[in-house]
Nanobody, 115 residues
Framework: QVQLVESGGGLVQAGGSTRLSCAASGSIFSINVMGWYRQAPGKQRELVAIITKIGSTNYADSVKGRFAISRDNAKNTVYLQMNSLKPEDTAVYYC?????????WGQGTQVTVSS
């Protein structure tokens, strides 16, 4: 069994910053890809950023240059540093990990950016 515990987020003013964390625990043998997705009200869940085991990253065009994903393999933790936040970044952010045994999701954490 795998558990993902997210932290961070909350209410942030436009132009501000916040950092999300997601720690994975349980029956984890090897995490290949870690990432963040988000879902705004009335919209589909979308990719925000992913990072591979060796540190290769990929970002949605809408967050390039503003967000930075990183991971600590020793702690099975992934981070998302979010800078220059905009109201359109408001969403529930979900952590995701892909391992040899499956695809796992966190419970989601709300990020609200006020204008």
């Amino acid at each position: 069994q795998v558990q993902l515990v997210e932290s961070g987020g909350g209410l942030v003013q436009a132009g501000g910053s916040t950092r999300l964390s997601c720690a994975a625990s349980g029956s984890i043998f090897s995490i290949n890809v870690m990432g963040w997705y988000r879902q705004a009200p009335g919209k589909q869940r979308e990719l925000v950023a992913i990072i591979t085991k060796i540190g290769s990253t990929n970002y949605a065009d809408s967050v390039k240059g503003r967000f930075a994903i990183s991971r600590d393999n020793a702690k099975n933790t992934v981070y998302l540093q979010m800078n220059s936040l905009k109201p359109e970044d408001t969403a529930v952010y979900y952590c995701n990990i892909k391992t040899w045994t499956g695809d796992y999701w966190g419970q989601g954490t709300q990020v609200t950016v006020s204008s």
